[in-house]
T-cell receptor
Framework: GQNIDQPTEMTATEGAIVQINCTYQ??????LFWYQQHAGEAPTFLSY????GLEEKGRFSSFLSRSKGYSYLLLKELQMKDSASYLC???????????FGTGTKLQVIP | DAGVTQSPTHLIKTRGQQVTLRCSPK?????VSWYQQALGQGPQFIFQ???????QRGNFPDRFSGHQFPNYSSELNVNALLLGDSALYLC???????????FGQGTRLTVV
């Protein structure tokens, strides 16, 4: 089975930087995803990490350490529209089955 | 490209009834996965279909079944509905070997 932990809620200021952590335990790691989900909407893909290190994509970056079972999503230059839930998800084994964490609800304040 | 489309968007059913939800994958995608998302929770994997067969299944009872058609569209069927089945049901499509899955807007099922 899998166990994924991430903080339930976070608050950050517009223009600032925020880091959302995710720890996981899995028997057959095959990639970690980050998704953004606005209230009442579908999750949208942000990033995928399968090797250790940092992946940067515009204002968003995602880091993975497989030996530590740890990832973080870094959001820079926060905007009000970044207020959403951020879901960490791990793929265990083959195919596309992923297990999601409960999500971190980020509130960006002026 | 219409992306992943799901129907209906909202549905209200009575306990004990049966429901069918539908999903059309993004153009060119051959793999469809279904998820259940309760309020305030992350999506929970129900099952995945590829080449018209159920390839993987999560921890859901047999009341949850599905189907994939030759055009890759898919249905999720839930029998003997329980109040606890009330949730947002999400469909995600992808290419078999691709890492990125695209989600539909979901079907909000309410069981009363």
């Amino acid at each position: 089975g899998q166990n994924i932990d991430q903080p339930t809620e976070m608050t950050a200021t517009e223009g600032a930087i925020v880091q959302i952590n995710c720890t996981y335990q899995t028997s057959g790691f095959n990639g970690l995803f980050w998704y953004q989900q606005h209230a009442g909407e579908a999750p949208t893909f942000l990033s995928y990490n399968v090797l250790d290190g940092l992946e940067e994509k515009g204002r968003f970056s995602s880091f993975l350490s497989r030996s530590k079972g740890y990832s973080y999503l870094l959001l820079k230059e926060l905007q009000m529209k970044d207020s959403a839930s951020y879901l960490c998800a791990v793929r265990d084994g083959g195919y596309q089955k992923v297990t999601f964490g409960t999500g971190t609800k980020l509130q960006v304040i002026p | 490209d219409a992306g992943v489309t799901q129907s209906p968007t909202h549905l209200i059913k009575t306990r004990g009834q049966q429901v069918t939800l539908r999903c059309s994958p993004k153009s060119g995608h051959d793999t469809v996965s279904w998820y259940q998302q309760a309020l305030g929770q992350g999506p929970q994997f129900i099952f995945q279909y590829y080449e018209e067969e159920e390839r993987q299944r999560g921890n859901f009872p047999d009341r949850f079944s599905g189907h994939q058609f030759p055009n890759y569209s898919s249905e999720l069927n839930v029998n003997a509905l329980l109040l606890g089945d009330s949730a947002l049901y999400l469909c995600a499509s992808s290419l078999e070997d691709d890492t990125e899955a695209f989600f539909g807007q979901g079907t909000r099922l309410t069981v009363v």
